[in-house]
């Protein structure tokens, strides 16, 4: 069975930072680690993800914002943000390998 677990999630103001955490659990390999996040009313989107080689993507909106990182030994995928706007009010989601979610952190950002 495997488990995935984000924290770091909060209210912060505009131009603030914050860092996600995920931890995953369970008899498994992990490639794929990803941030997802989906907005009241809209899709949910993703936000970033990294490889088992280390290489990295962004969406648009984040690049240059945000940086995704891995600890392959602990299992473990952050998420820093910064510079953080309005819009990038959310819940974040963890996503392991494509096929496993975690419950989400919320993600709210004051104007």
């Known amino acids: 069975q495997v488990r995935v677990v984000e924290s770091g999630g909060g209210l912060v103001q505009a131009g603030g930072s914050l860092r996600l955490s995920c931890a995953a659990s369970?008899?498994?390999?992990?490639?794929?680690m990803a941030w997802y996040r989906q907005a009241p009313g809209k899709q949910r989107e993703l936000v970033a993800h990294?490889?088992?080689?280390?290489?990295?993507t962004y969406a648009e909106s984040v690049k240059g914002r945000c940086t995704i990182s891995r600890d392959n030994a602990k299992n473990a995928v952050y998420l820093q943000m910064n510079s953080l706007k309005p819009e990038d009010t959310a819940v974040y989601y963890c996503?392991?390998?494509?096929?496993?979610w975690g419950q989400g952190t919320q993600v709210t950002v004051s104007s």
């Open positions: 996503n392991i390998n494509i096929l496993f």
């Open positions: 369970g008899s498994f390999s992990i490639h794929v």
């Open positions: 990294t490889t088992t080689d280390g290489s990295t």
